[in-house]
């Protein structure tokens, strides 16, 4: 019985875990994004170097 409790508590730290990555790299790549629109807005990159992300 205790093996069960611990495979499900272990289950259950491991998808949180895996959710929790995949939301940082999500917002990631919508900073990355933002921060590109900047540069592009500003004249640092060309629309090529832009498209090229």
Do not use: N, P
């Amino acid at each position: 019985m205790k093996s069960m409790a611990f495979l499900r508590v272990a289950s259950c730290v491991a998808l949180l875990a895996g959710l929790t990555i995949f939301s940082a790299s999500a917002r990631a790549a919508e900073d990355v994004k933002a921060l590109l629109e900047l540069l592009l807005e500003k004249g640092i990159i060309t629309q090529d170097e832009y498209d090229k992300k």
